[in-house]
Every structure is written in structure tokens, then in C-alpha cells.
């Protein structure tokens, strides 16, 4: 997405969405706009599927449907982060390391972009081991604020294509 901007621009609006739902901001989703910080959503779900080995879009646990912000933040919240993190790493991290990384990924997914570090930041907080985080607040695309009970059966997608031709004379 930062290459859409002018190199000078901090913010934009597009015409029309481009992008993979699960990654895209939400003010890009609901309004459309751009920012500095779109790509630091979209670096924030990525990071967060890393840590846990699950995707974005959606999963079952213990009977219930979560989204993968919700499930980082559920466990989060209840001091249970190190249930997020994916057991195919074993032994081979520092839970301290781990804790610092699931930290700046709901940092990076926080709803509102004045929340969100900058990607320099991002950097300078992943390179550092002295830089002390703010407290991660509830991520954008969390069921939970809505308060409203969701089930979901089955999820699936149906692609359309339609070819017209037309013949000359």
C-alpha cells in the first residue's frame, strides 16, 4: 500500500479497495483512507500469524469462532499470551523475546492509527532490548466490543466469473 502514495504524502483516499481482507486497516476498509500507518496493520496480522501459526481469517477453538486479533487479545488480556504462540517453536525462543513481539503486533493492530507505532518504530523497538512498550488496547476487528454473540457454521467464499462475447457480423 506505501506505494501508492506521492513520496511526500502521509495520507490518501482510494477510489476503491485493493488488498486481502484480514490485512487491510480499518479506516482503509470503512473510509477508504490511507496512511503511514496502513502498512503497520497489515505488518502487525502478519507478525501475529507468524507467532501463533494460524491465519487471519479465521479459526475454531474450543468450539468457538475467533478472528485471529481476538484470539491474540482474548489471551493477552487474561495474562494467557504464551497459549497464542505456536507449538512447532518447541523450545527454541525466549518467552521474554516472544512476549515483546505478540506486544508490538497488537500495538500495530490497535484500531485507531494514532495507536499504531510507525514502521521506524516498529524497527527500533524490535532491534532494541530497552525500549519500554506501551500497554497494548483491544485491536481492531474484535468481536468482543460489539458484545453480540457470533456462531458460524461453515465459512467459505463463492468466486463469480461472467466471459461475454460478442460475435462480429
Known amino acids: 500500500m506505501a506505494r501508492i502514495f506521492p513520496s511526500d504524502a502521509t495520507q490518501a483516499t482510494a477510489s476503491r479497495l485493493v488488498g486481502t481482507y ?12 490511507l496512511s503511514i500507518k ?18 487471519s481469517s479465521g479459526f475454531q477453538h474450543n468450539g468457538e469462532f ?15 499470551w504464551n497459549e497464542f504462540i505456536d507449538q512447532s517453536f518447541g523450545d527454541d525462543y525466549e518467552m521474554e523475546e516472544l512476549m515483546k513481539y505478540l506486544a508490538v503486533a497488537l500495538l500495530c493492530v490497535q484500531e485507531k492509527t494514532i495507536d499504531r ?13 530497552d525500549i519500554t512498550l506501551p500497554e497494548p ?31 462480429g457480423r
Open 117 to 129: 507505532p510507525t514502521m521506524p518504530d516498529v524497527v527500533a523497538i524490535l532491534s532494541s532490548d
Open 22 to 33: 484480514g490485512y487491510m486497516a480499518p479506516e482503509y476498509v470503512s473510509d477508504g483512507l
Open 66 to 80: 475467533y478472528n485471529l486479533l481476538e484470539y491474540a487479545w482474548e489471551l493477552w488480556k487474561d495474562g494467557r
Open 38 to 55: 496502513s502498512d503497520v496493520f497489515s505488518f502487525g496480522v502478519l507478525l501475529l500469524e507468524i507467532i501463533s501459526g494460524k491465519r
Open 137 to 167: 488496547k483491544q485491536p481492531a476487528y474484535s468481536y468482543a466490543k460489539l458484545d453480540v454473540s457470533v456462531n458460524v457454521a461453515v465459512l467459505s467464499s463463492r468466486n463469480d466469473v461472467t466471459i461475454s462475447t460478442t460475435n
